[in-house]
């Protein structure tokens, strides 16, 4: 069975910083787009940023650049998101996804993705 495993979500005071980690099992991980989005209370969900476990490709949303880096560690078929002076306005749930053949020009679309995890909570208070 394919299963993504969120966690390391969990309550900081803006600035602060978290990691989440999204271990994969039951596909071949490294030919994979691997993804987190996120969803606010009340707002839809959106893409974070995404990277190509065949050749390191990443990309971000706007909103995240120079504050969140995504990396994978294809030998522990793990993919992580550290985030950097994290906001309130980052608050939300985050989930990660998997997606076989997605092109990075597509990545913010979450139908391009065939797997999710359960979400891990983010709470940044001001």
């Known amino acids: 069975d394919v299963q993504l495993q969120a966690s390391g979500g969990g309550l900081v005071q803006a600035g602060g910083s978290l990691r989440l980690s999204c271990a994969a099992s039951g596909f071949t991980f490294d030919d994979y787009t691997i993804a987190w989005f996120r969803q606010a209370p009340g707002k839809e969900r959106e893409g974070v940023s995404c990277i190509s476990t065949s050749d390191g490709s990443t990309k971000a949303a706007d909103s995240v650049k120079g504050r969140f880096t995504i990396s994978s560690d294809n030998a522990k078929n793990t993919v992580y998101l550290q985030m950097n002076r994290l906001q309130p306005e980052d608050t939300a749930v985050y989930f990660c996804?998997?997606?076989?053949?997605?092109?990075?020009?597509?990545?913010?679309?979450?139908?391009?993705?065939?797997?999710w995890g359960q979400g891990t909570d983010v709470t940044v208070s001001s």
């Open positions: 996804a998997a997606g076989p053949h997605v092109l990075l020009s597509l990545w913010v679309l979450d139908v391009e993705y065939d797997y």
